[in-house]
């Protein structure tokens, strides 16, 4: 994390004010601690109470949150409450695989990946306005790609790019830039049953162009220049963070 963060001015967001939601674990939290190693104030929300209990302290700079994404009451009074928002970082997001064709569970997961990304821009727009600010939206590299086992997270995050296009577009003239950043396999929890066997961790490293598989801290910097002076004219787009996986031909390995 050192060497992503001294690319960047140290005090870069200084003043500001960094909302993330799913920011309580792995890529999520990471990013949260980028924006405050470089003088944010920012709040981190998620869903589990107990594990933002065990966070609440580690940074003076970052406050956690409980914050049920899929609750509009909840989420309306949350940014009722907000009084500046310079940063957006929608980065809520589950997979069920296996069994996301059942549609309780495909509706439940287009609430949590697709619907409260709408839900807190929407909330948040006003404050975004005021400050000229930016959205970041986390989608996937399954905006690009199928995969049956998880159909509902493969098409909310294919979702989250005509949503991000539209809202820059809806927006723009009012100084706001919405964009997207597409991971792809990163070592978290919710890939750990494929980067945990020899396999399966192998298979990836072999795809990707660079030929390992990706860390969370590879999506702070790509974040951190979206949200900077630096991406000024630049809205509307999604930045692939995926090592070159997607780019790949399996069939050439």
């Known amino acids: 994390m050192k060497d992503i963060l001294a690319t960047f001015r140290a005090d870069l967001f200084a003043g500001q004010h960094v909302i993330l939601s799913g920011a309580t674990s792995g890529i999520g939290l990471d990013i949260a601690r980028g924006f405050a190693a470089l003088g944010a104030d920012v709040t981190a929300t998620g869903s589990s109470a107990a594990k933002i209990a065990t966070l609440n302290g580690e940074d003076k700079r970052i406050r956690f949150e409980v914050l049920d994404v899929r609750d509009r009451a909840a989420v309306k009074a949350f940014c009722a ?21 059942d549609e309780d569970i495909w509706l439940d997961t287009m609430e949590v990946n697709l619907n409260s990304q709408f839900r807190l821009a929407i909330g948040l727009k006003d404050r975004l306005a005021e400050a000229k600010g930016s959205v970041i939206n986390i989608a996937s590299m399954l905006s690009f790609m199928a995969d049956p086992g998880v159909p509902a997270y493969t098409a909310s995050k294919t979702g989250v790019l005509g949503l991000t296009r ?70 509307g787009m999604c930045l692939e963070v995926d090592g070159g996986y997607v780019s790949g031909n399996p069939l050439a390995e």
Not at 81 to 101: F, K, M, P, S
Not at 176 to 187: E, F, K, L, S, W
Not at 195 to 224: H, Y
């Open 81 to 101: 409450g907000q009084t500046r928002c310079d940063v957006l970082v929608n980065g809520a997001g589950i997979a069920r695989g296996g069994a996301e064709w």
């Open 166 to 235: 539209a809202l820059a577009h809806q927006w723009g003239r009012e100084g706001i830039r919405v964009n997207a950043v597409a991971p792809g396999y990163h070592q978290t929890d919710m890939t750990k049953p494929i980067w945990s066997v020899p396999f399966g961790n192998k298979a990836v490293a072999d795809r990707t162009a660079v030929g390992r598989w990706g860390t969370t801290e590879d999506l702070v910097g790509p974040c951190l220049f979206l949200a900077s002076p630096a991406a000024a004219y630049v809205t």
